[in-house]
């Protein structure tokens, strides 16, 4: 029996499987190179603005009263949640609780203190009154004799005692009054509160979690905002800016659905020009500009939301003689 060859026989087969798989590898694992239809419409405008100069810009939806991230003043675990997002709330009303047992305890102290500040006046007011009784009773005798001058002086030195522990108890009650002041007002601290009317648009905290106060504290916990109108920020690049026909009106588009135009009214231009942020992904797209952001009120029932990125399209200036 003739025996196998691994140079002239296994090697060579060997070396044909590895090509096979080779090439099986690249034709399966290849990427799939062939054009299909965008997933997303380009945005595009139409009506008025199609034939005349135009800028192009890129916006996101927010509240007319811009958003409004709302902290605590006080850190603590969270009591209790009032509000839900979406729902409406006027300026006041409380939106969490902070845990406040540690501050009504405090309450429950000082107003112990207040009592015995009042008790302690009640007293030197009762042995001030004695004190300047024994005194004028023995100012008044007519006889200089009948009461020696040692007499008079230790009457004098009771009633100026007394008149010193009324006013020391008078001044403990006054700490006592000005330290239950600021502890009620801690304790209405640790209840949240709206600063505007308006919608909530998101809550981060939950009952039985810890809030902090401060810069860096974990904050915000309730994002809200005015919602009616709602207002989109556009941005422009600066090269561009130049070009607007400031006061007229865009067409907006949402992100992905370019047959939808809305027409929103022209509110103010910012006048700090800022880096941009908002970005279309475009591969194009250039993010080593500054933008000009212009505001535009979007008119009831746009069907946008908060936070939803829309396409913008702003008439332009012409230029002189065209």
Known sequence: MARLSLTRQILPVIALVGVALAIYFIIVQSPDRSQAEAAEEPARV???????????????????????EVGTALSGLVEDVMVAPGETVTRGQPLFRVDSRAIRARINETRAAIARADAA?????????AAGQQLALYRNIDDPLAVSRAEIIRAE??????????????????????????ARTE????????????EILRIDVRPGEMVNSGPGGGGPYVRMGQTNPLHVRIDVDEDEAVRVAMGSEAIVSPRGDADKRIQARFVRAEPLVVPKRSLTNSAAERVDVRVVQLIYALPE???????????????????AGQ
């Open 187 to 198: 304790l209405d601290r640790l209840t949240v509160r709206a600063p505007i009317t308006g």
């Open 301 to 319: 029932g746009s069907g946008l939301r908060v936070g939803q990125q829309v396409d913008a399209f702003i008439a332009a200036e012409t230029e």
């Open 157 to 182: 030195g009771n009633a100026s005692t007394a008149r010193a522990r009324r006013q020391l108890a008078e001044a403990e009650r006054a700490a006592a009054s000005a330290q239950l002041t600021t």
């Open 46 to 68: 139409s009506g008025e603005l199609a034939d005349r100069p135009r800028v192009a810009g890129s916006g996101i939806v927010e509240p007319s009263s811009e958003l409004v």
């Open 121 to 129: 006046i009640a007293e030197a007011r009762a042995a001030e009154n």
